[in-house]
Nanobody
Framework: VQLQASGGGLVQAGGSLRLSCAAS????????MAWFRQAPGKQSELVAE???????NYLDSVKDRFTISRDNAKSTMYLQMTNLKPEDTALYYC????????????WGQGTQVTVSS
């Protein structure tokens, strides 16, 4: 499985961005997909994840602002981010979890999101 993230950029506080993560290869093996982020000097954190069957989880600080979705026909995952805050500034990267794997086992490159105050 290969993952390609895109959609990052510079936005003012209160603005919106939509990230995309396109999967290729053995996409039929994917169960869950997720967005992680890592800010400078901080640990990586799980932002949102979505599984086949409809289970969705969010980081508490992004609930009601971010929406994760998947278009399985296009093998693409999205993260719609609204009301962005400076503390959302980070490198965002996507991951995939294949059936039978205990954790996320495929990772894409990051896309930078910078929110100015």
């Amino acid at each position: 499985v290969q993952l390609q993230a895109s959609g990052g950029g510079l936005v003012q506080a209160g603005g919106s961005l939509r990230l995309s993560c396109a999967a290729s290869g053995r996409t039929f093996a994917i169960n869950g997909m997720a967005w992680f982020r890592q800010a400078p000097g901080k640990q990586s954190e799980l932002v949102a994840e979505i599984f086949n069957g409809g289970i969705i989880n969010y980081l508490d600080s992004v609930k009601d602002r971010f929406t994760i979705s998947r278009d399985n026909a296009k093998s693409t995952m999205y993260l719609q981010m609204t009301n962005l805050k400076p503390e959302d500034t980070a490198l965002y990267y996507c991951a995939a979890d294949t059936y039978g794997s205990p954790d996320y086992d495929y990772w894409g490159q990051g896309t930078q999101v910078t929110v100015s105050s």
